[in-house]
C-alpha cells in the first residue's frame, strides 16, 4: 500500500476537519498521521495527513475533497520536492545512574532533555519519520514510559 | 422614511422567512415542532404555501418531487431530533440523484448542544456524507448569508441537498435583515460551465468521424436543460440516443432516433447501441453500475467522450478518451457549432444527404425496414450502420419485455396517457419502476420522477404530491407496488387534506417482486420473507383516508377473457376521477422482469 502525503488549505472553522477526515474514511483511504493548524492566514487552516490505502485511486480523493466546499487548495507532497518534520516526546524510565548517558544520547542525536523528574526524563526530539523511529530505537533500551508524536508537517521546497 | 435608515430587527425566523421570499420560495413542505415553532410562527405573517406532510421523510420527497417536476428548489421544514433524523433517506434520495433541496431543521438552543438534551440530534454530522454542504448556525449575524449561499449551492455546479440547522435561540434572536450580495462569493467554490475549447475540438472531430456513435443522456443533462441541444445536436449528425432512468424524457421517446434505455434491466436495443457503439458520447451520467453492467465489458469498442460538471464522476467507474467538464447545454451547444463548422458528422463520415426535421418519417421508415430485413439501413440520408440498432418503440415493440398480466396493463395505460396532455409519472422501486420506465412513452424532461441512485422505496407517492403542487394543472400518476406503497402511505392523508388530485396505480403482486424474482433466479426459489398477504384491503384504506378507490383482479389474466376490456375502464375511471384515487391491480406474483444481464455480466450478458 502506497504512503501519499496531502497538504490541504481548508477554512479555520468548526466542524471542516471532521468533514475532511470522514470523507477520507468513507471513501476507503486510512489515515497515518494528521496535523492542522491555522496558517499566516487566520482564516485558513492547514491540513497535512498522511494516508494509505488499498486500491482507490488517490486522484479520485483529491477530487472528492476539492467538493467539499470549505476545501480551498489540496497538493500532493512527493518526499523529493517537500521538507518535512515530525515533533515526538519520549519519557524515559531514568534514575541517577542512566541520566548522563541519556543526557549524552539526546545531544548526539540533536534532541533536547524537557523535563527531569526524579526517576524519569523526558526528551523532545524534531526530525524526519525515520530519524525518529531511530532515536525510538536507541532509548528502548533504557524502557520508554510514554511517548507522543505529532504527526508530519510539510511543505513544498522553495518559492511558492 | 430614510432608505439609509436601519432595517428594523425582527427574529431569526422571520429573517428566514424573509430570506426564502427574497429567494423567490413560494413553497415549503414539513412538519413543526417544539425547536421549529418559531419559524412556524413566522410562516404564519408569511405568503409562503405550506404543505403539512406526516412524516419528514415523506416531506423531504414531496419538496424532491418538487424540485424534479420545476428545477427550482424545493424546501423542507423540520422540527431537531426524530424530526431532523426522520428527514436522513430523503436528503440521501436527493443527493444520489443530484436534486436541489433545501432542508432547514430546528436545533435545540446553542447552548444545550452537546447536552443530549431532548430532541437533540447532531443532524449535520449525521448527513455529512449525503448533503452538497450543511450549516449549523450559532450566531444570528450568519442566518441570512447561510440560507443565500445554500440556495446558490444547491442550485449551481452539481446540483444537491443542502441543510441548515437552526438552534432554537438563534430563531428567536433579534437579526437586522439585510439582502446580502448575490451570487455569494465562495473562494473556494468555482463550478466549471464552459468546456475546455481543445477537448471539445477532440469530441466534434471523434464523433464527426464515428461510423456507430450513441449518444448517452443522464440526469445531468435534465438538470441542465438540455434537452433541446440534445436533440439538435442528434439530428444534425444522426445520432442514435438511449437516455437513463434519471433522463428519461429529456429525449423524446417517440423521436426516431430514440433507442430506449440501457442498463441491467435496460431495452435490448438500447444496450447492443452501446455494445456496439465506436464513439460514445455521455453526457451528464455518472455511469452507475445499474447502467453500465461490468466495468470491463462495457462498450468495449468505443471511444468515449464523457461530459460532466462534476470533475469527480469523469474516469470515476469507466475509462474515458475526451474528458469535458461543464455544463451539459454549454458544452453541447459549443460541440453542436464546432461539428455545424465542419459541416456535421453525415458529411464527414461519406453519407451523401443531410438529416434534417422533415426527413423524420423517412429516417424512422427506413430504420424500421432495416430492422425488418435484417440488414443495415440503406437510406442515403444516414450514415453507415448507424441505425442497424432498431429505433425503441414500446407501443408495438414491447415483445421484448416478454408476455404478462403486468405489461399488459402498461400497455393499456400508455396508449390511455397519450391522450392526456400534461402527464406526470412518479414511481416507486422495484419491478413496476422498470416496467413503468421501459413501456411508458415520455417526450419531455422533469416528466418521470423516480428514486434512481439510492433506490428509495416509499418514494412515489410524496414524490407525486410535490409535483402536483408544482404543476396543479398536469395529470400526475404514481406507479406503485405494495411493497413500496406501505411504506409511505400515510400521506393520503395529506393528499386529502391539501385536495391533491393525485392518482394511484398500485400493481399489487403480494410481494416485494424485485427481491423475490433474484430469489427465484439465483437462489433456488428459496423465498424468503419476500411474500406480502393480501392486507390491507385498498379499496377500504382508500375510503379510509378520503380517496376513491377500485381494485382489480389480473391475477388470472388471460387476454382471451374480458380482463382487458375491464382494465381499460378501470384505468380510465383512475385518470377520469376528479379527486386523489387508487386502482389497486392485483397482479401474478409469477411476472417477471425480463430480460435482465446476468449479475457480474456485462451489458451482452442477457439471461
Known sequence: MAEHTLSILVDNRPGVLTRVTGLIARRGYNIESLAVDRTEDPRLSRVTLVATAEDVPLEQIKKQL?????????????????????????KVRAGTAERPELIKLAGVCKAQVIDVGSDTLTIEATGTHDQLAQLEELLSPYSIVETARSGKLALPRGRR | MQASRKPAPMNGAAALLHALE???????????????????DALLASDIHHVLARHEQAAVHMADGYARATGRVGVVLATSGPGATNTVTGIATAYMDSVPVVVITGQVATASIGTDAFQEADITTITLPITKHSYLIKEPGELVPSVFEAFYLATSGRPGPVLIDLPGDVARAPVRYRRPASPPQ??????????????IKAAAELIAGSARPVLLAGGGAVSSGASSELITLAEQNTLPVVTTLLA??????????????????????ANAALQEADVLLAVGTRFSERVTAEAEGFAPNARIIHIDIDPAEIGKNIRVDVPIVGDAATVLAALRERLEAAGGRAALSGATGEYAAGDEAVLSEAAVNGIAQGEAAENGAVGDGVLDVPPHNPSSGADAFGENATKHCFAALGALLREHDDVIITTDVGQHQLWASHLLDVDEPRRFITSGGLGTMGFGLPAAL?????????????????????????EMAT?????LPVKVLLLNNHSHGLVRQWQELFL???????????TPDYVALARAYGWEGRTLDLADWDSGDGASRRLTEDLCWLLETEGPALLDVVVPTSDLLEPMVRPGGSLSEVI
Open chain 2, 495 to 499: 393528499a386529502a387534506v391539501q385536495g
Open chain 2, 524 to 534: 433456488e426459489q428459496r423465498y424468503s420473507h419476500t411474500l406480502l398477504s393480501d
Open chain 2, 466 to 490: 410535490g409535483a402536483q403542487v408544482a404543476c396543479p394543472e398536469a395529470l400526475v400518476l404514481c406507479v406503485s407496488g405494495d411493497g413500496s406503497f406501505q411504506m409511505n402511505l400515510q
Open chain 2, 186 to 199: 465562495l473562494p473556494s467554490y468555482k463550478p466549471t460551465i464552459k468546456g475546455n475549447a481543445r477537448q
Open chain 2, 248 to 269: 428519461k424524457g429529456v429525449f423524446p421517446a417517440s423521436h426516431p432516433l430514440f433507442r430506449g434505455q440501457p442498463g441491467v434491466y435496460g431495452a435490448p436495443g
Open chain 2, 22 to 40: 427574497d429567494l423567490g420560495v413560494t413553497q415549503v413542505f414539513g412538519l413543526p415542532g417544539v425547536q421549529n415553532i418559531e419559524v412556524y
Open chain 1, 66 to 90: 476539492h467538493k467539499l466546499i470549505n476545501v480551498h487548495k489540496i497538493v500532493e507532497l512527493s518526499a523529493a520536492d517537500s521538507v518535512d518534520r515530525e515533533l515526538a516526546l519520549f
